[in-house]
């Protein structure tokens, strides 16, 4: 028996990690639904997800781009690597990959630094972390790694909270501003180039100028996980005195613990859906060409066949293997990236006493994130 799961049930929102592990108990597969959403097919168990996120029988929308409230001439624009399948997504990502690294996110650190101070510095003493740290740090960063001049950078950060939003006249409005400001930057590295993504792509022959301009638009859209990430990840260890302890004692352990704050409680519930290109069976049940298929993230990163006490948050452990940015061909290009940016917020603000004053939760069914994050430094 197929367990079947509400998005609108109010456990689903308010602890989707018991929800979902209750039907992962109960199978490998559930059955998602809620008004205008689904029923999909969701992956609740570890190896199972990651194979299926892998499995060629399933491929992402050619159309999930589509945005009817964009203005035309930018819409070409937003089909970003996440829509791309087979050869022509493997050729780009052969391309810009380098650019992504380990390596080269750890050369970015430095330049984070400053940017991670910056803000804390501007922090009152009772502050919204995530209104005022960890929302506007992502797109600081994008902005530093592109080359975008400093007076431009407060309309960047209205464009990073505009696209957050996901939606409305305020989304519509800044993608033609994020297209040219993406096509002045590139012009400017043309000319004179530095150190930052847009300069090592732009030295990468077959890399087209609309490829480049759709990847900053990439970078301002997945930008956003970062911060949910880290506001979940602060909430966490204040609820966690013992790791926040063990965190503050041995700063060493930072790689680890964000690994395993992203398992324990990182934002994305969900993977994007696919759809079986064929009649695929899978455990039995047999998967309709066409029917969307997801793996339940808050499922698979708690599963006990892959993670020992999957349901203790223990910054000590490596956590590696979990699926919190994916797996497969569409494996997250900035993983890196957004793996040293978490680390340096992290380090800089666990520097600072910390005293939570509010923490408030989002009723999001998709992404597990902080509606308020008040704390007295």
Not at 70 to 97: I, K, N, Q
Request: aromatic share 6%.
């Amino acid at each position: 028996m197929v367990p079947e799961i509400s998005l609108t049930d109010p456990e689903v929102l308010t602890d989707p990690f018991t929800a979902y592990g209750r039907a992962r108990g109960e199978s490998p597969l559930a059955r998602v639904s809620a008004p205008g959403f689904g029923p999909v097919w969701a992956v609740t168990r570890h190896e199972d997800a990651r194979a299926m996120l892998a499995d060629r029988r399933f491929e992402l929308s050619p159309d999930s781009y589509q945005r009817p409230d964009v203005p035309e001439h930018c819409r070409p624009y937003l089909r970003t690597m996440s829509e791309m399948e087979g050869d022509e997504h493997a050729r780009l990502r052969r391309l810009v990959s380098p650019a992504f690294s380990a390596r080269r996110a750890l050369d970015f650190r430095p330049r984070i630094e400053p940017l991670v101070a910056r803000l804390i510095d501007e922090l009152s003493a009772e502050a919204d972390l995530l209104r005022d740290f960890a929302r506007p740090l992502p797109m600081d960063v994008i902005c530093e790694l592109v080359g975008i001049p400093h007076p431009d950078r407060p309309r960047w950060r209205e464009y990073g909270a505009a696209v957050a939003s996901g939606h409305g006249q305020a989304f519509a409005a800044s993608i033609p501003g994020i297209m040219a400001g993406a096509r002045a930057a590139i012009a400017r590295r043309r000319e004179s180039p530095g150190d930052d993504i847009l300069s090592d792509l732009l030295a990468v022959d077959g890399v087209t100028e609309a490829e480049l301009v759709t990847l900053v638009w990439h970078l301002v859209l997945a930008g956003q996980t970062p911060a949910n990430l880290i506001a979940n990840a602060v909430a966490a260890l204040l609820d966690h005195p013992g790791q926040l302890a063990a965190l503050r004692a041995d700063p060493g352990l930072m790689p680890h613990a964000v690994d395993e704050l992203i398992r324990w409680c990182g934002p994305t519930l969900l993977t994007i859906p696919r759809y079986a290109r064929e009649d695929v069976e899978l455990h039995g049940v047999r998967i309709p060409r066409g029917d969307a298929i997801v793996a339940a993230v808050a499922a698979v990163n708690r599963d006990p066949r892959s993670f020992p006490a999957p349901d203790v948050l223990d910054v000590t452990k490596p956590a590696s293997g979990h699926l919190g940015f994916g797996h497969g061909p569409h494996f997250c290009l900035g993983a890196s990236l957004a793996r040293v940016q978490t680390e340096v917020a992290l380090n800089a603000l666990l520097r600072r006493p910390l005293a939570p004053v509010t923490v408030e939760r989002a009723p999001d069914p998709g992404t597990w994130r902080l509606s308020a994050l008040v704390v007295k430094l």
